[in-house]
């Protein structure tokens, strides 16, 4: 099984700087890495002046854009598509998935906070904060700079 890793938090709280920066690092050090967000709301994806966005909004279903070193796939649903078949499907040539979002999941889930609360921490199987402030939780933190040692700790979970 795929290591995953969700990153949870706040909206603006960093989670996604945060995994550019520890996916950056991963890739230095050799890994295979997969990322998956999660929304609970509408998202766009492509420019309104682009053939697949012109393909979408003239109803089709389903579109496809392959390239020699890219796919995308556009697909409606009359349900949200479980992480469990994205992972199946897609990501099955990786090392490492991190997530953005899937705070319900199982993963281990690690809170990116500016302030960190005690509401930010009732998360089941959190394994680490990453803030700015130290915190009294036995639990390892990180500040927003600690990117090896997160990476690290992530590694030495898996045993990568």
């Not at 995994?19 to 990322?35: P, Q, S, T």
């Not at 999660?38 to 393909?55: A, L, P, Q, V």
């Not at 199982?106 to 990453?130: H, Q, R």
């Amino acid at each position: 099984m795929i290591p995953v890793f969700s990153f949870i938090g706040e909206s603006k709280s960093g989670k996604t700087s945060i995994i550019e920066k520890v996916i950056k690092e991963l890739k230095n050090r050799g890994y295979k890495v997969g990322i998956i967000k999660h929304s609970c709301c509408d998202f766009e994806i492509n420019k309104k002046e682009k053939d697949t966005r012109r393909f979408q909004d003239a109803g089709a279903d389903s579109v496809a854009f392959s390239s020699r070193d890219k796919f995308f796939l556009f697909r409606k649903n009359k349900e949200e598509v479980s992480i469990k078949e994205i992972i199946e499907k897609y990501f099955d040539d990786v090392d490492i998935i991190l997530t953005e979002g899937y705070s319900r999941e199982k993963f281990p889930k690690i809170v990116i906070s500016k302030e960190v609360k005690e509401e930010n921490l009732i998360y089941d199987n959190l394994i680490a904060v990453v803030c700015e402030k130290q915190i009294n939780k036995r639990i390892p933190v990180f500040t927003f700079n600690q990117i090896n040692e997160l990476v690290d700790f992530l590694l030495r979970r898996v045993n990568l």
